[in-house]
C-alpha cells in the first residue's frame, strides 16, 4: 500500500473520526446485563461469535460487493446493497445506527473532497458509503476489509471495558487474541454472494431488542 492510502485508510478507521461509532454497544450493553458476557473469556467468545457469524456475512461482504458496484459506476447496484444493508438489521436500533453512521459519514465527504451522487444519499447506509471512499482514495479492498473489521473490534472491546468492567490490559489481550478471526472474516467475506448476505444471530437480535427497553443504559444500541 501507498503512504497516501495508507494515511488515509488509518484516517477512515480513527477513533477520532466524527461519526459517533463509539455511542453504539451493538448489543453488548444487553449482553453484560444478562451476564453473557461477565469476564475475558466470555468477551472472547462474544467477538468470535458475531465478528465470524455476523459482521463477515453482513457488513464485510456489504462493502466487498459494494467496491465492485462503485468501480463499475453501477447505482442501481448501489441502491439495492443500501437498501439490503438496512434490510438485514434485525431491530430498530441496529437499523438507526447504519443509518446515523451512513449520515455522520456523508457528511464529511464534501469537506474531504469527495461528491456522493446526490441520487442515492436518501438511500444510504454505512458499508456502502465506507466502500465508496476507499473505492475513491484508492485503498485495496482487503485492507480496507480488515480496517473496518479491526474499528469494529475496537469498538466492542472499548464498550466492554465500561460495561464488564474489563481492565485496559485485557482490552489489549482481547485484541491481540483476534488477530487469526479477523483474517478469518475477511476471506470469509469475500467469498459471500449477495444472496447469501445477512446472518443469523437470534440471541443478539432478542438482546438488543431488550437494550430498547432496558432501565440504565450508556449506549445507544
Do not use: G, H, P
Given at each position: 500500500m501507498n503512504a497516501n492510502a495508507l494515511l488515509r485508510l488509518l484516517q477512515l478507521s480513527s477513533p477520532s473520526l466524527p461519526i459517533g461509532a463509539y455511542a453504539y454497544s451493538q448489543g453488548i450493553e444487553s449482553a453484560v446485563h444478562s451476564q453473557i458476557?461477565?469476564?475475558?473469556?466470555?468477551?472472547?467468545?462474544?467477538l468470535n461469535s458475531v465478528?465470524?457469524?455476523g459482521l463477515a456475512s453482513n457488513d464485510l461482504a456489504l462493502i466487498t460487493h459494494a467496491y465492485?458496484?462503485?468501480q463499475d459506476s453501477d447505482l442501481d447496484s448501489i441502491t439495492e446493497l443500501?437498501?439490503?444493508s438496512?434490510?438485514?438489521?434485525e431491530t430498530s436500533e441496529l437499523k438507526e445506527e447504519d443509518r446515523h453512521?451512513?449520515?455522520?459519514?456523508?457528511r464529511l465527504a464534501e469537506p474531504l473532497g469527495l461528491e456522493y451522487p446526490v441520487?442515492?444519499?436518501?438511500?444510504a447506509s454505512y458499508p456502502?458509503?465506507?466502500?465508496?471512499?476507499?473505492h475513491n482514495w484508492s485503498i485495496s479492498l482487503e485492507d480496507a476489509l480488515l480496517a473496518f473489521a479491526w474499528s469494529w473490534l475496537e469498538n466492542q472491546i472499548a464498550a466492554m471495558i465500561k460495561l464488564v468492567p474489563l481492565g485496559q490490559t485485557q482490552g489489549q489481550k482481547l485484541l491481540l487474541a483476534m488477530d487469526k478471526s479477523l483474517s478469518t472474516a475477511v476471506k470469509k467475506s469475500l467469498t459471500v454472494p449477495v444472496s447469501r448476505i445477512g446472518s443469523s444471530l437470534p440471541n443478539l437480535a432478542i438482546l438488543s431488542s431488550q437494550h430498547e427497553i432496558q432501565y440504565s443504559r450508556l449506549f445507544r444500541s
Open positions: 458476557i461477565c469476564d475475558e473469556m466470555t468477551a472472547l467468545d462474544w465478528l465470524i457469524n465492485q458496484s462503485w443500501s437498501q439490503l438496512l434490510a438485514i438489521r453512521l451512513a449520515k455522520a459519514l456523508l441520487e442515492i444519499k436518501t438511500s456502502v458509503v465506507y466502500a465508496y471512499f476507499i
